[in-house]
């Protein structure tokens, strides 16, 4: 099915996957995925390694979005680059998506990577005029490790940070083995310039938002936390203490994912990682 570009909300740009199936479509969610920091939308677009062509192959239609800043969505307006004026711009863009395709899928699922499932769990603590059925996220914990909060304090007194490729790679993907150096290198295709808030936010602000947000969501939550994620404190103790922020979930099945880096879709357990979440997602729309 050909992908659909969409601008929704105050000019925010969705990539629209239609369902291949379309009868199964009005009983399944509409997923919409948010990246991270350091990507645009297309992080979920990669050819080979697509979270929206997945989806669409067992009959869910999917969007990705850019968020403000990112992508087509670089003109967007968002209050000095924050994660939580993200949050409000990608809540009213998806407003405006789901007035335009209701009736079309059961509710909305939000998958959420990084700075996008910070985001995720912001939305789902939200006002909305929209249904959410569910939220997955990954890449996203309690706290960063002392290495990080020091490398962040030395972040350049710019607008936006590019993050060399070299140094993503270290960041992003776990030991040698646990994905293939070509996927790596294709994965590249996704990078776009940061606005320097939102990454001193993650790093400095996270802590205190979760705290405010987490007890104020109700829907059910996937929660995969990769073992090598060099840009969290990463544990089994840490997990589930993650989770047991969220007092109010209906349901939350959050692990520790064995084999993977911070980008556990470009390892070699990331078809495995999507149909997992995809999998969810149907469970939460039944």
């Given at each position: 099915m050909k992908k659909e570009q969409l601008l929704c909300g105050n000019r925010v740009s969705f990539t629209v996957s239609p369902a291949s199936v379309s009868s199964f479509a009005a009983d399944h969610p509409l997923i919409v995925a948010i990246h991270g920091g350091t990507y645009s939308g297309k992080y979920f677009d990669i050819k080979g390694h697509s979270l929206l062509d997945r989806a669409a192959a067992i009959g869910i239609s999917a969007a990705a979005v850019d968020r403000p800043h990112y992508g087509s969505s670089v003109g967007v307006a968002s209050r000095n680059g924050s994660i939580e004026s993200s949050a409000l711009a990608v809540n009213e863009a998806i407003s405006e998506l789901w007035s335009e395709r209701a009736g079309c899928s059961k509710g909305v699922f939000i998958v959420g990577h990084s700075i996008g499932g910070a985001i995720s769990i912001l939305l789902a603590a939200m006002d909305r005029n929209w249904p959410l059925l569910g939220i997955a996220i990954s890449g996203i914990g309690?706290?960063?490790?002392?290495?990080?909060?020091?490398?962040?304090?030395?972040?350049?007194?710019?607008?936006?940070?590019e993050v060399p490729a070299e140094a993503k790679d270290f960041l992003m993907y776990g030991p040698e083995g646990?994905?293939?150096?070509?996927?790596?290198?294709?994965?590249?295709?996704?990078?776009?310039?940061?606005?320097?808030?939102?990454?001193?936010?993650?790093?400095?602000?996270?802590?205190?938002?979760?705290?405010?947000?987490?007890?104020?969501?109700?829907?059910?939550?996937?929660y995969r936390q990769p073992e090598f994620d060099n840009l969290w404190v990463v544990d089994q103790t840490e997990v589930a203490a993650f989770k047991a922020q969220f007092t109010k979930s209906s349901l939350i099945d959050g692990e520790l994912m064995r084999g993977v880096g911070h980008n556990i879709d470009f390892h070699r357990l990331g078809a495995a990682f999507q149909l997992q979440q995809l999998s969810f997602a149907l469970a939460c729309s039944t």
């Open positions: 309690l706290r960063s490790p002392d290495s990080v909060v020091e490398q962040w304090r030395g972040l350049p007194p710019l607008e936006s940070i646990s994905y293939l150096q070509s996927v790596r290198a294709l994965a590249h295709e996704a990078d776009f310039p940061t606005p320097r808030q939102e990454l001193i936010d993650i790093v400095f602000e996270w802590p205190r938002l979760l705290r405010e947000a987490a007890p104020r969501v109700e829907v059910p939550i996937h």
